[in-house]
T-cell receptor
Framework: DGGITQSPKYLFRKEGQNVTLSCEQN?????MYWYRQDPGQGLRLIYY???????QKGDIAEGYSVSREKKESFPLTVTSAQKNPTAFYLC??????????FGEGSRLTVL | AQSVTQPDIHITVSEGASLELRCNYS??????LFWYVQSPGQGLQLLLK??????LVQGIKGFEAEFKRSQSSFNLRKPSVHWSDAAEYFC???????????FGTGTRLLVSP
């Protein structure tokens, strides 16, 4: 079945460490997105990519980095520069003029 | 700038009763509008979407929404709520092309027996 796979589902990080969240899709979608979800704040866009080897900052990109080397993959790195990284992270993909399809999410906790 | 307001943080509805979740948006052109549902610890599932045409949109699980341009609203409705509908509901607005959606803060639905 086609879909979006995020891993790991749960991740713990110590202060000062970088961590990378994986997102893979087999829907053949051109665009991929990363959102951050915090209680009471809805979803906020971190980065998005409309094509391989190209990506743009969203509303809260500081402290995060991404790459898009393959159409199927859009990993997100949470760097030590992100001051408050504990959150639920959601990856999504879409075609043009289409809705977003979401993965199951990754919960990052800073110890 | 685009924005979405969901004025109700929590709503409690009795099982079998009707439901309406409110969504107001701010957008300069004709918006693309979406309703998503999220169960705890899960991703978001699309309930329905409005791009153009008939302003009353039918979705999955018996949900419907009506686009009212004059009121900048896209309220979600269901005639009879089931206990399994308890979840968080998000309204979102986008544009043509690739959807950099702007989400509301969500409404948590509780269903009482």
């Amino acid at each position: 079945d086609g879909g979006i796979t995020q891993s790991p589902k749960y991740l713990f990080r110590k202060e000062g460490q970088n961590v990378t969240l994986s997102c893979e899709q087999n829907l053949n979608h051109d665009a991929m997105y990363w959102y951050r979800q915090d209680p009471g704040q809805g979803l906020r866009l971190i980065y998005y990519s409309q094509i391989v080897n190209d990506f743009q900052k969203g509303d809260i990109a500081e402290g995060y980095s991404v790459s898009r080397e393959k159409k199927e993959s859009f990993p997100l790195t949470v760097t030590s520069a992100q001051k408050n990284p504990t959150a639920f992270y959601l990856c999504a993909s879409s075609i043009a003029d289409g809705e977003l399809f979401f993965g199951e999410g990754s919960r990052l906790t800073v110890l | 700038a685009q924005s979405v307001t969901q004025p109700d943080i929590h709503i409690t509805v009795s099982e079998g009763a009707s439901l309406e979740l409110r969504c107001n948006y701010s957008y300069g052109a004709t918006p693309y509008l979406f309703w998503y549902v999220q169960s705890p610890g899960q991703g978001l599932q699309l309930l329905l979407k409005y791009f153009s045409g008939d302003t009353l949109v039918q979705g999955i699980k018996g949900f419907e929404a009506e686009f009212k341009r004059s009121q900048s609203s896209f309220n979600l409705r269901k005639p009879s709520v089931h206990w399994s509908d308890a979840a968080e509901y998000f309204c979102a607005v986008g544009n043509t092309g690739f959807q950099k959606l702007v989400f509301g803060t969500g409404t948590r639905l509780l269903v009482s027996p």
